[in-house]
């Protein structure tokens, strides 16, 4: 029987660990399955990382930058552009591979292809302009000189959410600046990261440049790389519980990190607010990946004047996106990650509804195969509930009424996290107050999604430091070395 286009692009790419330039069985020959969220069924296996294949993917990425730092901005970018053509070619293949590793519909699996090659094609434009300066001393007489140099061999996690471009976020700047990586994506989606280390090989980047290995153990298998004195740098995205153990693991060697960590992301709807406008960004900012992102909005606070209204339309769009599994491109909600993700966000709905939020739309499992849920919108959630402190993580849309601005924002800025949030008003002045008081490190203004290669993606408080895209995604890659410069004959005193 001919392969289907599923089996096709799974077999595609190599179940193997990538290691200095060579695809590998694991060590011990073990390996782990990789499952379709809609269907529960195991895709394929692949290979389960020892300590030792960890060692020596950091001893390749180790070795490789001794040269890949020397090697022209040019010829680097290079590398970067022609990887950028690739994924491109293969979008509809790769988002295919994505939907099934991760269950997200295949139009939003063919939008993070786009997203992630952009980081691709942005750090190639930028690779070539990495410059340092040069002053003369207030005093006249000597000079500064500054360099501006790659950190070192990097160690990269990543999450199953987004299993394409939270990779290519990092690969691509590390890459431009002169660095190399050993990357761990997450267990539930290793083959994204697989296919992009096939990318870049085609795309002529040198073995040991880019190392990838997949593992069911990431604590016991990351935790030596994080400790050895070869990593330079670490960067992680995943939740905020995770990040504090690696902060903790690299403090011993001062390691240098960014955490792109969880978030709990206020939408703010004022009375002025364009409400059509409104409707519309709070569906994207809730659906876009099923609620599975950090940057979903999480609590939806509304101006009373017009939170029925909101609730009303909201909830009769949630209700009318069909779900089902991703292939098929009718549907628009597919499965959550795992059986546990889904019970978690079941859960933080019963807690709210036993508190008193009453459930608008949606608010159940979705029987059969896969980890269904429905779009949910909550209305009237009481301040005690669960989902207002928590990452929901899911398609779940609570909404509770706000009197004034200064209450607005004080509920916005009531949370450990500070990742993103989003506030619509028509009302410019406003605008500006909401802006510069938000303790977030991104803001949707009157949109719904933040998420641009060429912008700085990160967040303040306990959603992580560091940034990741444009310029200041580069500067993440790179070290400035100072130079005090004596050009005279007489020695420089205090
Ligand atoms: P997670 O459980 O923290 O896992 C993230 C990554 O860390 C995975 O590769 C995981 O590997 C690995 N990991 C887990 N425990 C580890 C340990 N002890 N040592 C080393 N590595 C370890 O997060 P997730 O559930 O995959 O992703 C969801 C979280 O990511 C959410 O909180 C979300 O907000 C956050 N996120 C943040 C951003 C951002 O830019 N701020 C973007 C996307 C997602 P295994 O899965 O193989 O164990």
Redesign the pocket.
């Known amino acids: 029987m001919a392969a289907t286009a599923e089996d096709r692009v799974v077999e595609t790419v190599p179940h193997k660990l990538y290691i200095a330039g060579e695809w590998r069985d694991g060590g011990e020959g073990g390996t782990l399955p990789v499952e379709d969220p809609a269907t529960g069924e195991v895709l394929c296996e692949v290979a389960d990382a020892t300590n030792a294949d960890a060692n020596a993917a950091l001893g390749a990425a180790h070795g490789a930058f001794q040269t890949w730092r020397n090697v022209a901005p040019r010829e680097r970018a290079d590398v970067l552009r022609r990887a950028y053509d690739l994924m491109m070619e293969r979008q509809d293949d790769l988002a295919l591979l994505m939907t099934l590793e991760m269950g997200k519909p295949l139009s939003e699996s063919a939008g993070e292809i786009v997203y992630a090659a952009n980081f691709f094609r942005w750090y190639a434009e930028e690779a070539v302009r990495v410059n340092g300066r040069f002053t003369v001393n207030e005093n006249g007489k000597g000079r500064v000189l500054t360099l501006r140099q790659p950190v070192g061999p990097c160690v990269f996690?990543?999450?199953?959410?987004?299993p394409m471009a939270?990779g290519t976020r990092k690969v691509g700047p590390a890459i431009a600046a002169g660095c190399t990586c050993v990357v761990?994506?997450?267990?539930?989606t290793p083959l994204s990261m697989l296919a992009m280390a096939q990318i870049l090989e085609e795309a002529g980047l040198p073995g040991g440049v880019v190392n990838i290995i997949?593992?069911?153990?990431?604590?016991s298998?990351?935790?030596p790389l994080?400790k050895d004195p070869r990593t330079r740098k670490l960067s992680?995205?995943?939740?905020?519980?995770?990040?504090k153990?690696?902060i903790a693991?690299g403090a011993d060697q001062v390691l240098r990190m960014s955490?792109?960590?969880?978030?709990n992301a206020p939408f703010l709807v004022f009375e002025d607010a364009d409400l059509d406008l409104a409707v519309e960004g709070a569906l994207l900012a809730k659906m876009r990946n099923i609620g599975?992102?950090?940057?979903s909005a999480n609590r939806f606070h509304v101006h009373e004047s017009v939170a029925g209204d909101f609730a009303q339309r909201l909830a009769a769009r949630m209700g009318d996106l069909k779900i089902g599994r991703g292939t098929d491109p009718d549907n628009k909600v597919g499965p959550l990650?795992d059986d546990d993700?889904r019970g978690k966000v079941a859960g933080l709905v019963e807690d709210a509804v036993s508190k008193g939020a009453t459930v608008a739309v949606g608010g159940n499992r979705v029987d059969g195969p896969g980890y269904f849920y429905e779009p949910t919108v909550l209305t009237d959630v009481p301040d005690s509930a669960d989902l207002l402190k928590e990452?929901i993580?899911g398609p779940v849309a609570p909404i509770k009424g706000f009197s004034s601005e200064e209450e607005a924002i004080r509920w916005a800025n009531d949370t450990e996290y500070g990742?993103v949030a989003y506030a619509f008003t028509q009302d410019i002045s406003r605008a500006f107050r909401v802006i510069e008081q938000l303790e977030t490190g991104m803001i949707g203004f009157n949109q719904g999604m933040v998420s641009n290669a060429g912008a700085p993606?990160?967040?303040v408080k306990q959603?992580?430091f560091g940034r990741?895209g444009g310029p200041e995604g580069l500067e993440e890659y790179l070290e400035h070395k100072y130079v005090a410069m004596n050009l005279g004959s007489e020695p420089v005193t205090p």
């Not at 997949?214 to 604590?219: L, V």
């Open positions: 996690i990543t999450p199953w959410n987004f939270m761990k994506p997450a267990k539930q997949t593992a069911k153990s990431s604590g298998v990351m935790e994080i992680f995205t995943g939740s905020t519980e995770v990040g153990k690696l693991q955490m792109e960590l969880g978030g599975e992102a950090c940057t990650i993700q990452e993580f990742l993606f990160g967040g959603s992580g990741e």
